[in-house]
């Protein structure tokens, strides 16, 4: 894979109240450090992640919320509602 490119972050900067997370993708190793993977794909940052620190050790996690199917009013969710059986109006 070609060079990746990453930004370490150390626990006191990443736990600061107005902490900006510098990547989407990122983990944090046996020494406390997070390191950032630059890259849109969670694919290539697992596989980066796989290759410097071995298969299995480490799961890339996302520091921003993806986007996904919006719930919410006007999206159709799966929320109905049933009037009960001998309910009067």
């Known amino acids: 894979m070609s060079k990746q490119?990453?930004?370490e972050v150390s626990y006191e900067e990443f736990s600061a109240?107005?902490?900006?997370p510098?990547?989407?993708?990122?983990?944090?190793n046996a020494l406390g450090?997070?390191?950032?993977i630059h890259t849109s794909s969670r694919a290539k940052a697992q596989e980066w992640v796989d290759e410097e620190y071995g298969k299995g050790r480490y799961t890339v996690n996302a520091s921003k919320i993806q986007k996904?199917?919006?719930l919410g009013e006007?999206?159709?969710p799966a929320f109905g509602v049933a009037t009960r059986r001998g309910q009067k109006r």
């Open 33 to 36: 450090t997070y390191v950032f």
């Open 68 to 70: 996904g199917k919006p």
């Open 17 to 20: 109240w107005d902490f900006n």
């Open 5 to 7: 490119k990453i930004t």
């Open 74 to 76: 006007g999206s159709k």
């Open 22 to 28: 510098p990547a989407t993708w990122f983990i944090k």
